[in-house]
């Protein structure tokens, strides 16, 4: 257990940014529930992020969603959010809820449709120059729902012709992100499917061009590990996407439905040095809390993170190297489960006590009453949600 507390652990370098639209109301295609104190404002969603940083120490920066967040003046924005502890991070794009998108947006056939995209995508990029932002993370809903209806190379190209555009325009220090996602809305053919095509479009890029890895946007029994070792290894895995899924991409909470794929993730992170302090790779929430409390619910997330990353670092890997290479089956994954079954719940909260937080968060919390502030002074207004 002395690899959580040991002096320069790589639990220290831990930090998970928070979705600035997990705070506001989110539900199924059925129905949207509201909940009382919900963010009605970009600001006030960035002071619902600030309070988890407070209360764990593990989430410094915000995520912010265009258009769904756009304000005035971004320069400001980034203000408040210092003034409140934290910074703004990732920016996402959106060309998933126009009309003109109908049929695609980057790939479209119709090369007005994929100017208006790329337009939105050097907007985002003007936003992340006033925010300090680092990575422009693109996820598309373009695709096809039945054979024939679109031609699968030429949509390919498009696409590599609209990324190639967009990417002349990332700064030096900037990086594009490009996530993919098996199916939906797109259900007979996904443009940016899986892993290995958004690795071909991005590697044709250049440097500054990286993969987005979300955790629940894999077929059933998908060894999603397995493609957080490789892209380690091809030095593409830019970022991380974490939440849960029990069928589809159910955006849960990150290891509710599955932590011992969360710990064997993190178990691959730290082998490819995702987790050294000049790491390449962004860790982040993408979650919607459609029942449960917002806050308590990325609370919640956050901590099963640091809880699997802190179980991860307690595998012998200089045992676990000498089983595997002596072919020693049952001791090697006898290493990895005992690390795995180790409760470091009673070490972490004195890793907290010791920084000055509270030991226990989701108590901390709800003894707080902010969530009782928070809704009085939010009773009226227009609610965030996943329009705004």
């Not at 064997?264 to 995702?274: A, K, N, Y």
């Not at 860790?283 to 619910?297: R, T």
């Amino acid at each position: 257990m002395t690899a959580v507390n040991a002096p320069g652990s790589l639990l220290e370098n831990l930090a998970i940014e928070l979705p600035s639209w997990a705070f506001g109301n989110s539900g199924t295609r059925f129905k949207v529930f509201g909940t009382p104190g919900t963010p009605r404002t970009v600001e006030e969603k960035i002071a619902d992020a600030a309070v988890v940083n407070r209360l764990t120490g593990l989430a410094p920066s915000v995520a912010l969603h265009i258009p769904w967040d756009m304000t005035d003046d971004f320069s400001a924005l980034g203000r408040y959010a210092a003034d409140h502890g934290v910074r703004l991070g990732t920016i996402n794009s959106n060309t998933f809820q126009d009309d003109d998108y109908k049929f695609g947006s980057l790939t479209h056939i119709d090369k007005t449709v994929r100017q208006k995209a790329i337009d939105h995508h050097l907007r985002c990029i003007e936003v992340m120059n006033q925010t300090g932002s680092r990575d422009l993370k693109i996820w598309l809903a373009d695709g096809t729902n039945y054979p024939g209806q679109g031609d699968i190379r030429g949509r390919q190209d498009r696409l590599a012709e609209s990324l190639a555009t967009i990417y002349q325009h990332i700064g030096d220090d900037q990086r594009l992100v490009l996530e993919y996602k098996f199916f939906e809305p797109a259900m007979y053919m996904t443009d940016v499917p899986d892993w290995g095509t958004s690795y071909t479009q991005v590697s044709a890029l250049g440097e500054r061009a990286m993969v987005c890895l979300d955790t629940g946007h894999h077929a059933p029994g998908t060894n999603i590990e397995f493609i957080v070792a490789q892209l380690l290894r091809l030095g593409k895995l830019g970022s991380f996407d974490f939440n849960s899924r029990f069928y589809a991409d159910d955006d849960l909470i990150v290891g509710a439905a599955d932590p011992f794929q969360l710990f064997r993730i993190m178990c691959e992170v730290i082998r490819g040095g995702g987790l050294d302090a000049d790491s390449p790779v962004a860790l982040m929430l993408d979650q919607c809390h459609n029942v449960e409390e917002k806050i308590p619910g990325q609370i919640r997330s956050v901590l099963n993170v640091q809880e699997m990353t802190a179980r991860a670092l307690l595998v012998d890997t200089d045992a676990l190297a000498a089983a595997q290479e002596a072919g020693d089956v049952l001791g090697a994954n006898g290493i990895v489960m005992d690390a795995f079954y180790t409760d470091v719940r009673p070490m972490l909260a004195q890793w907290r006590t010791e920084r000055g937080l509270p030991a226990d968060p989701m108590a901390a919390f709800a003894a707080s009453g902010y969530r009782e502030r928070m809704a009085t002074e939010r009773a009226s207004g227009t609610q965030s949600s996943w329009n705004a």
